[in-house]
Structures are given as structure tokens and as C-alpha cells.
């Protein structure tokens, strides 16, 4: 396979762009080798510069969960265009939207629609406080919620229970309201709960996707839920990734609990920047214009955006494909273990619904700590053979895999054929 066209692009991007790239995870910095340059894409598949092919289980780490170039939801997009890009006024879309939104989740009355799930982040933030009159808010360490500075913090990085900012620029100051738990620790919630009388809310992600897939207890999801409605403390759900993957609406739902803060990005788009958070009316009422917190955006509910989101929803709830994603992930785990398994590899496959990825380790993986005991080196040849082979896998270890509704069984085929040649690899390192 070559990558001269890719190696070309990536010498000429770095003089203009930082490190040829405008977010980091798609430098290829923790696999190594020259970031591909991709040309165009289509259906489950995704060509790079060199007209190499891959089967993309990256799906742009979320968004094109029908696929690239969905025809109905292109059509819509292509109709939005000619009617003018944005106003700075209202439109139909938007409520429509909103509509679609407030349905899928239980817990929505109203919701504010953004651009990225970043800013949905940080207006949460901005609201639990303004809601509860409390600056203090919990975050899981390994749960990574977007680039804000108050949660740049055990965001991936090493610094899993202290308080200390996992970037520089952002000051001490920015964190200090920050309090570090671990998933699936309940006691490590109570702790801080015990500790402290001014907490607005407690951030998480249903089932962590940042640091891997990782699934949490059912008993720890309820507690959490009980504890924080016991002391007032909003609970705000991270649903930027789970959104609309394992079911029509979140993954709150499934874990049978409700957020009082939800907050959504990635498919929700279809491929456009939009974040939204919504919340019962009580709380959204905070909300300017109706209450005194302050959040606005120029370009914020876009028509083109609002056409491409909604178009996405409405074919996602007919073609319904979740079971159809249960079997493939069924299907692929089994493939990762197996292979595993006949080259003595350890391995553990976690998943749910849509998202699923294998850790190269031993250890049953619950949290940040056991997450970060797979062997990324094995990683890196296993992520390599598997491009070398026409699968396009998201470059760390800690991302999860996506799944697409256009995958079809000849896809599948040769994706268990790669990964049984990359496990092979991986033995021989
Ligand atoms: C991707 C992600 C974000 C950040 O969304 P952006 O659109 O990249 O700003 C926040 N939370 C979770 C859980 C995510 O996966």
C-alpha cells in the first residue's frame, strides 16, 4: 500500500496548519507513520489521496452513523443550500429540530441548539451553576467532555485524581471547582459529596468512549442517579457520543435512568457542527432570553446544519438499524477474541451498541486505571496491519470503533479477515 500522496500533503499542511491538522487525534500521533489525507467518501467506505479503500470505522469519531454521502439526507442539504447559509433569524428547521430532539429524550422540554459538543459542554456548566447558585462540579477521571478549560482535566491524561489542568493555558484557577472521581467508584463520588456542601453537578458520560468503550455498572449508574437527586446535585449526561448510537434517543434511556442536563453533538449533526443541551422547562428557563444566563452564538441552529441534523434523525428512525449494529458488534467481538486467542494474545473487547473496541490487555477494563494497562505499542502494529488491509480504524487505543448502517456483509467479511492477519502481526512483535 502506498502513501506518498498522503506524506506529500502532510509535509506541505504542516508549514500553514499546526502539526497538519485541525484537532490532534488525527496527527496519528500515538500510532505513529504519516496521518492518511482523505480524498472523498462513500456509503461504509472511505478513499484516502493515494486512492487507497478502507472500510471506515471511524465515521469522523461519530457523526456519519448512516454512512457517507446518505442520498435523502444529501438531497436535503443540497435544497437548504439554495435557500441561503444563515440568517440571524429563526426558521422552521430549527423548531422541527427541536422537535425531533425533545421526542428522542424523556428528559428534554426545551433545548439550545449549538455548534460543537464543546460549547454544549461548557453551557452546561454554565447553566447547572446558574441553576443551583453552586460553582462546584464532579467529572470522572478518563471521561473526556470536550476542550473547556473546567473539565480539561483528568480528561485522558495521567493526572487521574488531582485537580491539576491537563493542558497548559489553562490556569489553576479554571479547575479549582473541579472534583476528579472514578467511574464506576461510587465511594469515590460520596467522598466528594460528604466533603462538600456546593456541588451544581455531576458530569458523565453514560458509557465512557474516551478512553475506550467502558460500560458502567448498573448498580453504579443508579446510585449516582439516587445520590445526586437525594442532594440536589444536577445530573448532567454526556450523551455527545452515545446520542442516538445504541437506540433512537440516548443512552440514558437504556440505563434507565434521566439526566437533568443532556448533552448532545456528533450524529446529531449528520456531518455538520451541532451541539445542543436541553433540559426540563425549570431548568432551561435559566436560559436567556427567558432567564439571566447568558449563552448566544452567531451561527448557532445553522439552516444547513439543522437540514443535514435533520434529515439524519428522521432516516436514522427508519431505517432503525440497532439491531443490525448489535449483531455486527456481537459478530466483531467475537472475531477480536478468537483471533486473540489463537496467537495467545490478551485481550478484552468492550462495547455498546454502535462503539466498541479492544484493549490489549489482561485486565477486565472498568475505569481510567485498568483502561490504561493495555500495551498501546501492540496497539500501534495491530492499527497498522489492519489499514495495510483496507480497515480505517480510529489511531489510539482509547477511541472507540463506530459503526455505520451501510456495512454490509462482504465489509464484515474482510474486516474479520484483516483483524485475524493483524492479531497474527501483533504476535510476531
Ligand atoms: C466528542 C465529544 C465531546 C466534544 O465534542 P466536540 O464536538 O468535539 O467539541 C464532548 N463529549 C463527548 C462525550 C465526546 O465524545
Known sequence: MKFENSKKLYKKGLVNLVGAVNSPVRAFASVGGTPLFIKKAKGSKIIDVDGNEYIDFVLSYGPMILGHRNKIVENEVKNALKKGTTFGATTKGEIKMAQAVCEAFPGMDKVRFVNSGTEAILSAIRLARAFTGHDKIIKFAGCYHGHTDALLVAAGSGLATLSIPGSKGVPDDAVKNTLIAEYNNIESVKAHIEKHSDIAAVFIEPIAGNMGVVLPSPEFIK???????????????????????????????????????????????????????????????MVSPLGDMYQAGTLSGNPIAMACGLATLKELEFQNPYKKFEKIAKQLENALLDAAKKNGIDLQVNRFGSMINPFFTKEKVVDFKTAQSSNTELFKTFFWTMIENGVFLPPSQFEAWFLCSELSKKDLQKTEKAIYTAMEAVAKK
Open 223 to 285: 446510585e449516582l442517579r439516587a445520590i445526586t437527586k437525594e442532594k440536589g446535585i444536577l445530573l448532567v449526561i454526556d450523551e455527545v457520543m452515545t446520542g442516538f448510537r445504541s437506540k433512537f434517543g440516548g443512552a440514558q434511556e437504556l440505563l434507565a435512568i434521566k439526566a437533568d442536563i443532556t448533552c448532545l453533538g456528533k450524529v446529531i449533526g449528520g456531518g455538520f457542527p451541532v451541539g445542543a443541551y436541553g433540559a426540563r422547562n425549570e431548568i432551561m428557563e
